[in-house]
């Protein structure tokens, strides 16, 4: 049996009796939209063009909606509903906006990360990322959408990026340590994601 993913009280934009997201695919199991969230992604994700700094909360709206257009009608928009998982109580609606350009005014002052050697790099990029997750921006699909920025941050910072090596339930461990002040998984996480030096690669 599937646990509701954030609790049947808050799921009024969910269908009656479920914790499934009304779409535009009007599909009404969990499996069935999730599969279908996971193919369009990748889709979507193939048609993405690298974007330069500077990011910003509208950087992160463009990529949720170039992901999520074809499933939910609310694509690209910020949440108005308080949601949390776990003990994990994400940023009240009316505060993200503020956060999330916080915390990227704070990557624009440190020049986008560019320059610094890959081990400060990762550390860098955990702490942003943990603040980032628990803003939690969208209804859904935040972790997808943040991968992609922080693709192109870490990209931009002269690195490569391989997301392959994480398993889904090692980002969920690390993104509650961080919620609870503990960077380190996610630094570590980093640490094995981030790869070469993109002057080391013979292009």
């Keep these: 049996m599937r646990d509701d993913k954030y609790g049947a009280d808050q799921a009024p934009d969910c269908y009656p009796g479920t914790d499934v997201l009304i779409n535009s695919l ?7 939209l999730e599969e279908a969230e996971r193919y369009i992604n990748e889709v979507a994700a193939t048609r993405l063009e690298f974007i330069l700094p500077p990011y910003s ?3 992160l709206k463009q990529v949720h909606r170039s992901l999520f257009e074809n499933i939910y009608p609310w694509a690209g928009e910020i ?15 009316e505060f ?6 916080r915390e990227f005014s704070k990557m624009a002052a440190a020049d986008w990360f560019e320059g610094y050697p890959r081990e400060q790099l990762a550390s860098c990029i955990a702490q ?5 997750n628990v803003a939690h921006p969208f209804r859904e699909g935040n972790g997808r959408t943040q991968r992609i920025v922080f693709e192109y941050i870490i990209f931009n910072a002269g690195y490569l990026v391989d997301w392959d090596s994480i398993e889904r339930q090692e980002w969920i461990d ?3 340590h961080s919620y609870h002040g503990d960077d380190e ?5 980093f640490n094995r994601c981030i790869g070469f030096s993109l002057a080391e690669v013979d292009f």
């Excluded at 949440?79 to 609606?93: D, Y």
């Excluded at 993200?96 to 350009?101: D, K, S, T, Y």
């Excluded at 942003?128 to 980032?132: A, E, K, N, V």
């Excluded at 998984?185 to 996480?189: D, R, T």
């Design 128 to 132: 942003s990322y943990g603040t980032l």
């Design 79 to 93: 949440r108005t509903l308080a949601i949390s998982k776990g003990t994990t109580r994400f940023c009240s609606p």
């Design 57 to 59: 909360l509208a950087t």
């Design 185 to 189: 998984p996610l630094v570590k996480i």
């Design 26 to 32: 009007n599909l009404r199991n969990a499996e069935d």
């Design 174 to 176: 690390a993104c509650i």
């Design 96 to 101: 993200i906006e503020r956060e999330v350009e």
